[in-house]
């Protein structure tokens, strides 16, 4: 594995033990790109750059006859070249135009991976993890330097890719585009897959294929939002879960991004990830440095599941941070959808008190404790607790619950303001907005505005007072609103298109230092659910809450898009009560356990108002889950049947050492008269013999994967099963 240059023939080989990435310098100076994929031993693969007249309308590169640029496959376009495709960066010069043209400067290749300035990334613990190759380019006339990084991980077949723009002029230039990665592909046959969804609708998976001209995903909303993942993958049209070319992008940002794919006249399909350039102009002077996000690109031959697993062992282990990144997660109890706003700290206890006799670990209490928060009318910015709501204050409450051996957790909305505050009568100015334009409100807030350094230094201090207040173990960090007139009274004309940008380097800010000041607290992120569960947050918070919509069925599709990319130790998922307050369903205690516990598992209801029976059932999901929860959160994810167009839904997951695995499986709609089924297992060992835990049956590795576990009879709608199996031998 590493980083190779061949001198002679100006080529760049960027391998680890499966894959390669080529690229070489042109004659020019251009940097192009060779090759993406399987390994490929030879060094000398420049022979894919051919020189040949393609009829008119390609303009010759440096009036060479027969070299077009936009024939060619190009690392970083940038834009006014005879190269007319998107391009991956554009400036407008002090004169006004827009044309630039990076040339090859010089190279380092070196071992690990430096940290990005402002920006989560993925990182190493020692040296000898990743190597990485940084190439500089520069535009002489502009006097502009752009410096491209590609980390390579031995462990991880990834490629983690980014971009630093330096001004080396003595005119202040502005940045129009600039893309973190950028790869042309000499064809265009994939299929283009994306997370697409809503509130309480997240990251269901969507599959075309590729077609003639641009298809693009993308966000405006000041977060990475519902509505789009950042991510994207292009595979080859037969790809499953086990076969097939797949090449992912994943950007690690929590703002605005695109990503974006053009297929040109000739086929050849063109990649982008970065931020949005929509709306966006950043302004860098005399001697500054932009850093764009980093975007973590995988290759697997062997279809999704071969993707997912790169990517979760990568975030798991090198993006994500804290005490707990390798810990087990704690079984929590939430009272939003038992109480919503209505309770005090007798009802909180009743219902600490009951689930901790049930073996919950960790109580956390939702939004309502602070302020006059009785509704989600008013107090968000006034982080001070209700002592008419929790009487004697927070400490006390907090030490009440952990006699009882639970944890305390709490939530905030920490880049939110209420007009209806104390905050906001101090700092009406502190929101985001435009001067004399209306402040469109929803669910009664504005956004404040992170762009502004004493606003961020406000929020540290107000959450730090908090929670050093008391013995907190976990906190919730909710964001309920994306951004509209996005303006900030501290900056000039010049700079607003700056705003949305420097909003997520602010938040990036914060959450470095609260989570660097409270190391042991484990933090989970939530947007509205998933409205923000992106590489970025994953950085500073482990954990995201997948989604507000708890219902077992509509989970399904839900979990298994966000496994897509993220691991299962970053998915929140809990037992809810019945009719489901998102879609009115009724599901079993049963079934809603067995969708919960394909991830960090809990419980968000009023255990207080279950029958002994129910309760009973609670305290075996959570025995059973302290048996399986570290195969669940830091084993191998294997997606069996997909709950899209199907009846059923089934996953598994293996541990590490391959001796235990659990197995899940929910059919959605009874069906009358149909034979038995059987589920094929997948990834065990074909001469080993495997014992099913619940009924004693023994099969070998090769019966559980070509025969099939059997599945036995689900009477009625929304059926589920859980088995665990151990290899004896
Ligand atoms: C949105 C979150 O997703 C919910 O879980 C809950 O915390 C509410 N906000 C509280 O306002």
Redesign the pocket.
């Known amino acids: 594995m590493g980083i190779r240059f061949n001198e002679e023939k100006k080529i760049f080989n960027i391998e680890t033990k499966n894959i390669s990435y080529i690229l070489s310098i042109l004659e020019t100076g251009h940097l192009v790109h060779l090759y993406w994929g399987r390994k490929i031993k030879s060094n000398k693969i420049d022979y894919i750059i051919t020189k040949r007249e393609y009829g008119s309308f390609l303009a010759n590169l440096d009036n060479i006859k027969g070299l077009h640029l936009e024939a060619i496959a190009q690392e970083y376009p940038g834009y006014g070249n005879p190269d007319l495709r998107s391009p991956a960066i554009q400036i407008k010069l002090s004169d006004g135009s827009t044309v630039t043209d990076f040339r090859y400067e010089s190279h380092k290749i070196f071992k690990g991976k430096k940290k990005l300035n402002g920006l989560p990334a993925t990182y190493v613990e020692d040296d000898n993890e990743a190597e990485t190759l940084e190439i500089t380019l520069k535009d002489k006339l502009a006097n502009l330097r752009v410096v491209l990084f590609y980390t390579i991980f031995e462990d991880y077949n990834a490629i983690a890719r980014s971009c630093k723009i330096i001004n080396d002029s003595s005119k202040e230039v502005e940045i129009l585009r600039v893309l973190s990665a950028n790869v042309d592909f000499n064809h265009s046959d994939f299929d283009f897959i994306h997370l697409s969804g809503a509130w309480a609708r997240e990251r269901h998976i969507v599959r075309n294929p590729l077609r003639l001209g641009g298809q693009s995903i993308e966000s405006r909303r000041g977060a990475s939002s519902h509505a789009q993942n950042p991510f994207m993958a292009l595979v080859s049209p037969n790809t499953d879960e086990d076969h097939g070319d797949v090449y992912g992008f994943n950007l690690i940002y929590s703002g605005n991004f695109l990503a974006n794919v053009e297929v040109d006249m000739h086929s050849n399909a063109r990649a982008q990830i970065g931020i949005n350039p929509f709306d966006f102009i950043w302004n860098i002077g005399p001697g500054e440095e932009f850093q764009a996000p980093e975007a973590v690109m995988v290759y697997s031959p062997n279809g999704l599941t071969g993707m997912s697993h790169i990517y979760h062992d990568l975030y798991r282990d090198r993006l994500s941070r804290g005490y707990y990144r390798d810990k087990e997660r704690p079984i929590l109890i939430?009272n939003?959808?038992a109480t919503?706003?209505d309770f005090n700290s007798e009802k909180i206890k009743e219902i600490a008190k009951e689930a901790s006799k049930l073996g919950i670990e960790l109580f956390v209490l939702?939004?309502?404790w602070f302020g006059k928060r009785n509704n989600?009318e008013s107090s968000l910015g006034d982080w001070f607790v209700n002592k008419e709501k929790i009487k004697g204050g927070l400490n006390l409450l907090v030490s009440e619950i952990n006699e009882m051996g639970m944890k305390f957790g709490l939530?905030f909305?920490p880049e939110m303001i209420s007009p209806n505050s104390k905050l906001y009568k101090e700092h009406p100015d502190w929101c985001i907005h435009i001067e004399g334009r209306l402040k469109s409100q929803a669910?009664n807030q504005l956004v404040l505005d992170l762009s502004r350094e004493e606003v961020c230094d406000a929020i540290i201090k107000m959450i730090s007072d908090i929670l050093k207040s008391a013995p907190i173990s976990y906190v919730?960090w909710?964001m309920?609103r994306n951004m509209s007139e996005i303006g900030s009274s501290a900056w000039p004309a010049k700079k607003q298109k700056e705003v949305a940008h420097r909003y997520i380097l602010g938040l990036y800010r914060i959450l470095e230092k609260i989570t660097s000041d409270f190391p042991n607290i484990l933090f989970e992120s939530?947007?509205?659910?998933g409205?923000r569960y992106d590489g970025g947050m994953l950085y500073y918070m482990p954990q995201t809450?997948t989604?507000?919509d708890t219902d077992a069925i509509e989970r399904l599709k839900i979990q298994e898009g966000t496994s897509l990319v993220y691991p299962l130790s970053s998915m929140g998922s809990h037992v809810s009560a019945v009719p489901n307050h998102q879609v009115g369903r009724i599901t079993s205690l049963y079934t809603r356990g067995v969708v919960a516990m394909a991830g960090n598992f809990g419980y968000?209801l009023d255990i207080t108002k279950m029958s002994d029976k129910e309760k009973e059932e609670i305290k075996n999901q959570v025995v059973f889950y302290k048996k399986i929860r570290s195969t669940v959160q830091y084993g191998d994810f294997y997606r069996l049947i997909s709950a899209f167009n199907s009846n059923e839904a089934a996953w598994m997951n293996l541990s590490k050492d391959k001796k235990y695995l659990v197995v899940s499986y929910v059919k959605k709609y009874g069906e009358a008269n149909v034979k038995p089924k059987r589920l094929k297992l997948k990834a065990l060992d074909e001469d080993a013999l495997y014992k099913v835990n619940e009924t004693g049956e023994i099969f070998g590795g090769d019966e559980l994967m070509y025969i099939g576990l059997e599945i036995g009879e689900l009477f009625g709608d929304y059926q589920g099963r859980n088995w665990t199996l151990n290899k004896i031998n």
């Open positions: 939430n939003w959808e919503y706003f939702d939004d309502g989600d939530w909305e669910r919730k909710d309920n939530c947007s509205g659910g409205g809450w989604s507000d968000e």
